[in-house]
């Protein structure tokens, strides 16, 4: 049977103005419905899109963070009834050419996730140190405290079947936002696969901003995301057990059904 979804390609923007328009030609090569969510943009980002006839942009007028930018696109391809939704960074760390192969794994899955680190270990140590080894501690915490088998949780190009992505409560605006998608894919009981995608890194000294560029205070504010994640999913548990509570269910005619985790935008 075969699979061809209508699918939106969105990427996420922030002052990419020596990027934005190779990116979004190679893109477009692949791809016919491609959203930019310009995130604030200062540098003339904001001009080079708006210069285009191609795609469609959604600008914030102040800067808000990856998170908020993502959301934004979630909630573009929600509401324009898409089935399958991909991200990609704008940076050139991506190759579109792989777009057909994560819409196309979206047939068997909820959420496709790139995979910097399934190709070779060779590969993964060409990563900046300090990225890789945040990536690493960060992923292992979320498989064994969300019981996932992740190899790359920060990978930007993914591929989501809308209609499970519209679960979601994503509320992180900044680049944390990840963790908080992986603790609501567990909390739902998505099915996520990986695919490996090339570690290419243009720009080693891109920065995160003002003290998230530090890495013990970038992984601190991880951990932070990863906790607030766990309680908003544990207390949402908590309120779907007094809504199918024997009394509630008695009146709804559906049975108990407990679940436990492990331990608008601007125009």
């Known amino acids: 049977?075969?699979?061809?979804?209508?699918?939106?390609?969105?990427?996420?923007?922030?002052?990419?103005?020596?990027?934005?328009?190779?990116?979004?030609?190679?893109?477009?090569?692949?791809?016919?419905?491609?959203?930019?969510v310009d995130d604030g943009s200062t540098d003339g980002t904001s001009e080079l899109l708006a210069a285009r006839r191609d795609i469609r942009c959604i600008r914030h007028e102040k800067n808000r963070g990856y998170g908020a930018a993502l959301k934004t696109a979630f909630d573009c391809a929600i509401r324009?009834?898409?089935?399958?939704?991909?991200?990609?960074?704008?940076?050139?760390?991506?190759?579109?050419?792989?777009?057909?192969?994560l819409v196309a794994a979206c047939r068997d899955a909820d959420i496709v996730s790139g995979s910097r680190y399934l190709w070779?270990?060779?590969?993964?140590?060409?990563?900046?140190?300090?990225?890789?080894?945040?990536?690493?501690?960060?992923?292992?915490?979320?498989?064994?405290?969300?019981?996932?088998?992740?190899?790359?949780?920060?990978?930007g190009f993914k591929a989501y079947r809308v209609r499970p992505l519209a679960k979601l409560r994503i509320t992180e605006p900044?680049?944390?936002?990840?963790?908080?998608?992986?603790?609501?894919?567990?909390?739902?009981?998505?099915?996520?696969?990986?695919?490996?995608v090339p570690l290419i890194y243009l720009d080693e000294e891109r920065s995160f901003g003002g003290s998230l560029d530090d890495g013990r205070k970038r992984l601190e504010y991880y951990h932070q995301v990863l906790d607030r994640a766990l309680a908003a999913a544990a207390t949402e548990a908590e309120r779907n057990d007094v809504r199918r509570s024997p009394a509630a269910c008695?009146?709804?005619?559906?049975?108990?059904?407990?679940?436990?985790?492990?331990?608008?935008?601007?125009a």
């Open 80 to 101: 324009s009834g898409y089935e399958v939704l991909v991200t990609i960074d704008c940076d050139g760390q991506h190759e579109p050419q792989r777009i057909g192969q």
């Open 120 to 155: 070779n270990d060779q590969q993964a140590r060409q990563a900046p140190a300090e990225r890789r080894q945040i990536n690493v501690e960060m992923t292992l915490e979320l498989n064994e405290r969300l019981g996932l088998t992740l190899t790359d949780a920060f990978c």
């Open 1 to 36: 049977m075969s699979f061809s979804p209508r699918f939106l390609t969105a990427l996420p923007v922030y002052n990419e103005a020596s990027h934005v328009d190779p990116v979004l030609d190679e893109v477009l090569r692949y791809t016919h419905d491609v959203l930019v």
């Open 174 to 196: 900044g680049y944390g936002m990840p963790i908080e998608l992986w603790v609501q894919a567990a909390h739902h009981g998505l099915h996520i696969v990986e695919l490996p």
């Open 250 to 266: 008695a009146a709804g005619g559906a049975g108990p059904n407990r679940i436990e985790l492990p331990c608008s935008h601007d």
